[in-house]
């Protein structure tokens, strides 16, 4: 009868890419497998959401808080420079993007309604500023929010599995 113990299966998910089980199988006899694991890290500390998305929000490093979470607009560092939290496996991909776009959609009804019963424009010029207006406060956004957005991947430790 061949058995593995809860604690050898526990004892397999620690980072490594392989680990040792050990099963019994033949009775005083015993042999292991070798069993592929998940390429991830174990949370040894505990992790605050709500400190690391406001430093990610701040394009401050989630760990430590003082290091650059963004260089240049939207690159992510392999690496943080202070504390070498390893922030290029927190893949944001295209999450970001697409939270930006909600907050600015409902930004942008408001936005077109203000901007008509201000100003009255005619519909090309309304056009052209509230798509001027948009652009631009989508481009700040994303990156406050791909900064959030790493950060909370971060405190839940979403690391890219290579799925
Ligand atoms: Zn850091």
Not at 75 to 102: I, K, N, S, W
């Given at each position: 009868?061949?058995?593995?113990?809860f604690?050898?299966?526990v004892?397999?998910?620690?980072?490594?890419?392989?680990?040792?089980?050990?099963?019994?199988?033949?009775?005083?006899?015993?042999?292991?497998?070798?069993?592929?694991?998940a390429?991830?890290l174990?949370?040894?500390?505990?992790?605050?959401?709500k400190?690391?998305?406001?430093?990610?929000?701040?394009?401050k490093?989630?760990?430590?808080?003082?290091g650059?979470?963004?260089?240049?607009?939207?690159?992510?560092p392999?690496?943080?420079e202070?504390?070498?939290?390893?922030?290029?496996?927190?893949p944001a991909?295209?999450g970001?993007?697409?939270?930006a776009?909600?907050?600015?959609?409902?930004?942008?009804i408001?936005?077109?309604?203000f901007t008509w019963?201000?100003?009255r424009?005619?519909?090309?010029?309304?056009?052209?500023?509230?798509g001027?207006?948009?652009?631009?406060?989508?481009?700040?956004?994303?990156?406050?929010?791909?900064?959030?957005f790493?950060?909370?991947?971060w405190?839940k430790?979403?690391?890219d599995?290579?799925?």
């Amino acid at each position: 009868m061949e058995h593995i113990r809860f604690a050898d299966v526990v004892r397999a998910s620690y980072p490594c890419s392989f680990s040792t089980i050990p099963l019994v199988a033949k009775p005083g006899v015993r042999q292991s497998i070798r069993i592929p694991t998940a390429r991830t890290l174990t949370m040894t500390e505990k992790r605050d959401s709500k400190t690391s998305v406001l430093r990610g929000l701040m394009n401050k490093c989630p760990n430590c808080g003082e290091g650059r979470l963004l260089r240049g607009y939207l690159a992510v560092p392999a690496q943080c420079e202070v504390c070498h939290a390893p922030l290029g496996r927190y893949p944001a991909a295209d999450g970001p993007a697409f939270f930006a776009m909600t907050i600015m959609l409902l930004l942008l009804i408001p936005l077109i309604g203000f901007t008509w019963v201000l100003f009255r424009p005619s519909p090309g010029m309304l056009l052209v500023i509230t798509g001027v207006i948009t652009t631009v406060l989508t481009l700040i956004l994303l990156r406050f929010v791909k900064g959030a957005f790493i950060g909370y991947l971060w405190a839940k430790n979403e690391q890219d599995r290579g799925a």
